[in-house]
Every structure is written in C-alpha cells, then in structure tokens.
C-alpha cells in the first residue's frame, strides 16, 4: 500500500518531554487485537490520554488545546521495549507525520518509516532548545526538509542536520512503499532477466 510523499513540513508541535518512552505506552497491549492498521490513533498514549473513568486527562498534551501540529516531539529513547509495530500504526493514525527525538530504538525507527512516519534524531542540544521554545511559545514552528535532511526552528532559523537511510529517505520522497518500490524498478528487473536469462 502507497504511503504519503514526504517532501518538506512546516507545523506546530505537540512536546511530550519524558525519557523512554516505550511502545508499550505508546500503545499499550491490551489493543493489539486488531490487524488492520486503521483505529489505533484513537488508542496512542491512552493510559497517558485517560484516567481510569474514561475521562481525558486535560494537561497531558495531547488533550491540551495550546498544543497541535503533525509533528511529536518525545524525550531521549524514544520507542524503546516491544517491537510490536502497532505503536507506529497508532502515531501514523493519529496524524503525526514526523517524530523528533534525540535518540529512537532502532525496530521502532524501521517501524514508523516502514508506516509513512519520519523520525528526526537530532542532539540534546537541540531537542532542549526545540522544547524550551514550545515552552515559551506552544505555537512554535518546526520546519523538516526531508531532501536536505534538515530541521529548522522557524522563529530563529536554528537549524541541524539529521541522517536517514537513502533507500528510506527515497521511498518516503516518492510516497513508496517496500512494494511499490519494487514495482517502480519493474522495468529495470524485467531488462536485466531478459539480457542475463540462459
């Protein structure tokens, strides 16, 4: 299934500034049930959204009305524990289209990339400047420019690099999954096999 081309976002974010954070309270287990993809945004965080009434929990943030944008901004080791690739169905579902961190697990990484989701590592330097500015102003603005690989803080300027995979970064830039990237070098496959076939 094509996912969304990723060229370059400008958005609000919405700052969850804890450390390890893992897939199990991204999504917790109890909702894993499901085999299609659709839905588990309505689950992300839920232990984190609600308390044991059902009832939002009004300051965490993705409750809090201040707080908006397509862009997830998580403490140091981000996705870490399970595997399970559910926590990345969950934050693509919910709409978020890029998830900064100063540090991802790697299952995790592969999972939101494999899902349409960019993961932006950056330095603890620049993911403390990226919260203090949310912290001052909650309608901060990130701009992720996935062909130059760069993340910048609109207000300032500031910006910092970020590495990707090019096999990745190309699939994210042309809206390919692993099979229609495949499908894409059909023509490529198909003109090999006929010059080597014996």
Not at 3 to 30: G, L, Y
Not at 59 to 73: A, E, H, Q, R, T
Not at 167 to 172: A, I, M, S, T
Request: aromatic share 12%; net charge negative.
């Amino acid at each position: 299934m094509a996912i969304e081309k990723f060229i370059t976002t400008i958005s609000r974010v919405v700052p969850i500034p804890i450390e390890e954070i893992d897939t199990d309270q991204i999504i917790p287990a109890r909702f894993l049930k499901a085999t299609d993809k659709k839905g588990f945004g309505d689950n992300l965080f839920r232990d984190w959204r609600y308390d044991k009434n059902n009832q939002p929990i009004a300051d965490f943030p993705l409750n809090n009305p201040k707080y908006s944008g397509c862009i997830l901004v998580g403490g140091k080791n981000f996705g870490c524990g399970s595997s399970r690739e559910h926590a990345a169905w969950a934050i693509a579902d919910y709409g978020f289209k890029v998830v900064v961190s100063s540090f991802f697990a790697d299952i995790f990484k592969n999972n939101v990339l494999n899902n349409g989701v960019l993961p932006v590592q950056v330095s603890e330097a620049f993911l403390a400047k990226i919260f203090a500015a949310v912290d001052a102003n909650p309608a901060t603005e990130l701009k992720v420019d996935l062909v130059n690989q760069t993340i910048t803080l609109v207000a300032t300027n500031e910006s910092e690099g970020f590495e990707i995979n090019a096999y990745k970064k190309d699939c994210l830039l042309n809206g390919f999954d692993d099979i229609d990237y495949l499908i894409s070098k059909l023509p490529e496959i198909e003109a090999f096999e006929k010059k080597y076939k014996g």
